[in-house]
């Protein structure tokens, strides 16, 4: 499968931003997707992730709250509300997409097949 991140912008902080996550291929459905960034120095964080029906979603308790992850899978599409956006939230956005058949989420990223090319979130304070 092939991802496509999309949305990212410049936004002042307390502000809100839609990404997108459009995938290729038949068997979208078939994968779980997460979102994982990396702000300048710093390593790659877990964000958000939602199982396959989109029946379970996980968010890092730094995001918990104000970001709401979601899929349309007729669209073969993941997205990523955020609001409340804050300054430390500046990164770069990408989703991944791991093929499972079996237990919850996951959070980490090396379980991830499939990776987006990213998408710039920069929020001014």
């Known amino acids: 499968v092939q991802l496509q991140a999309s949305g990212g912008g410049l936004v002042q902080a307390g502000g809100c931003l839609r990404l997108?996550?459009?995938?290729?291929?038949?068997?979208?459905?078939?994968?779980?997707v997460a979102w994982f960034r990396q702000g300048p120095g710093k390593e790659r964080e877990f964000v958000a992730v939602i199982s396959r029906s989109g029946g379970i979603t996980d968010y890092a308790d730094s995001v918990k709250g104000r970001f709401t992850i979601s899929r349309d899978n007729a669209k073969n599409t993941v997205y990523l509300q955020m609001n409340s956006l804050k300054p430390e939230g500046t990164a770069g956005y990408y989703c991944a997409a791991e093929f499972k058949t079996l237990g919850q989420p996951s959070r980490l990223g090396f379980l991830y097949d499939f990776w987006g090319q990213g998408t710039q979130v920069t929020v001014s304070s």
């Open positions: 997108s996550c459009a995938a290729s291929g038949r068997t979208f459905s078939s994968y779980t």
